[in-house]
């Protein structure tokens, strides 16, 4: 697709649904995004979301996605301990997640870690720029790239982890221009997200596309449904017709024969069991 100039489409997914539907909607890369804490676990933070959370949400998508290629984050600490502990829990989730790919956020301290997977079979996805898991150490989540300094330092992460192995980088939160030069110097696709519309494709969280994200919304993020609309609609109108009794509508409940509901208040009346209630069907 980078070859032939034509974007890539990625998205996150969480369970089941959003990985059908990313799987029926033509996008080209679904990706279990750490962002699940927030967004579907109410964590403050990704870096409190554990590998065996990942596991379980990495099993639900990979049900609903079966065309896109599948990447997860891998999650933090998981690949901190060591090259031998990080290949463990990445053979986790691709075996029991269902996974085909992971997601690493770093630079050049993850070089031998990304030969390491990529030697095994595993295809590595590098993302730099603002890396949400360092948040803390990069003073929130802030734009990267915008001193000279700065920019260069992170096209020699990009280029360093494209030549490791790195099948694709994540370009996050750094300005257009870095985001289009990196990726001209580049021979591996480049997934933009706040990088400016010259990378070779662009994802964003599903919550943020589908407006059901209530927390901060980032400069580079376009929601482009309202679902959050239709749920607040929906259920306005759910609670309204059970509390004036227009749901469920006779057309919406089961009936029973005549002769059945006599026979059976003739029954409950020789039992003793009858009641108060109307005698009609």
Same mark, same amino acid.
């Given at each position: 697709?980078?070859?032939?100039?034509?974007?890539?489409?990625?998205?996150?997914?969480?369970?089941?649904?959003? %990985?059908?539907?990313?799987?029926?909607?033509?996008?080209?890369?679904?990706?279990?995004?750490?962002?699940?804490?927030?967004?579907?676990?109410?964590?403050?933070?990704?870096?409190?979301?554990?590998?065996?959370?990942?596991?379980?949400?990495?099993?639900?998508?990979?049900?609903?996605?079966?065309?896109?290629?599948?990447?997860?984050?891998?999650?933090?600490?998981?690949?901190?301990?060591?090259?031998?502990?990080?290949?463990?829990?990445?053979?986790?989730?691709?075996?029991?997640? %269902?996974?085909?790919?992971?997601?690493?956020?770093?630079?050049?301290?993850?070089?031998?870690?990304?030969?390491?997977?990529?030697?095994?079979?595993?295809?590595?996805?590098?993302?730099?720029?603002?890396?949400?898991?360092?948040?803390?150490?990069?003073?929130?989540?802030?734009?990267?790239?915008?001193?000279?300094?700065?920019?260069?330092?992170?096209?020699?992460?990009?280029?360093?982890?494209?030549?490791?192995?790195?099948?694709?980088?994540?370009?996050?939160?750094?300005?257009?221009?870095?985001?289009?030069?990196?990726?001209?110097?580049?021979?591996?696709?480049?997934?933009?997200?706040?990088?400016?519309?010259?990378?070779?494709?662009?994802?964003?969280?599903?919550?943020?596309?589908?407006?059901?994200?209530?927390?901060?919304?980032?400069?580079?993020?376009?929601?482009?449904?309202?679902?959050?609309?239709?749920?607040?609609?929906?259920?306005?109108?759910?609670?309204?017709?059970?509390?004036?009794?227009?749901?469920?509508?006779?057309?919406?409940?089961?009936?029973?024969?005549?002769?059945?509901?006599?026979?059976?208040?003739?029954?409950?009346?020789?039992? %003793?069991?009858?009641?108060?209630?109307?005698?009609?069907?």
């Amino acid at each position: 697709m980078r070859k032939n100039g034509m974007p890539i489409t990625m998205l996150t997914a969480y369970d089941f649904p959003t %990985g059908r539907a990313c799987e029926i909607h033509d996008i080209d890369i679904t990706l279990v995004g750490d962002s699940l804490a927030q967004v579907c676990l109410g964590y403050d933070s990704t870096t409190r979301l554990t590998l065996d959370e990942m596991i379980h949400h990495c099993r639900a998508v990979s049900r609903g996605s079966k065309s896109p290629f599948l990447v997860a984050d891998m999650p933090f600490g998981s690949y901190y301990a060591g090259t031998d502990d990080t290949v463990r829990n990445a053979v986790r989730m691709v075996r029991e997640g %269902g996974i085909e790919g992971v997601k690493i956020e770093g630079g050049q301290e993850w070089l031998e870690t990304v030969r390491k997977l990529t030697s095994i079979g595993i295809p590595v996805m590098a993302h730099v720029g603002l890396t949400p898991q360092r948040h803390t150490s990069l003073s929130g989540y802030r734009v990267q790239g915008k001193t000279a300094p700065a920019a260069l330092e992170i096209l020699q992460n990009a280029l360093a982890l494209q030549k490791a192995g790195a099948f694709s980088i994540v370009l996050e939160a750094i300005p257009r221009l870095l985001g289009m030069y990196i990726t001209q110097q580049l021979d591996i696709p480049t997934i933009g997200i706040g990088a400016g519309a010259q990378t070779d494709g662009q994802v964003l969280v599903w919550d943020d596309v589908m407006s059901t994200w209530n927390g901060h919304k980032a400069k580079f993020v376009r929601q482009f449904g309202d679902v959050k609309g239709e749920v607040e609609s929906g259920l306005r109108e759910f609670t309204t017709a059970i509390r004036e009794r227009s749901f469920p509508a006779e057309l919406e409940s089961y009936g029973m024969p005549e002769e059945e509901w006599t026979n059976f208040l003739a029954l409950a009346e020789r039992e %003793g069991l009858g009641g108060a209630a109307e005698h009609h069907s």
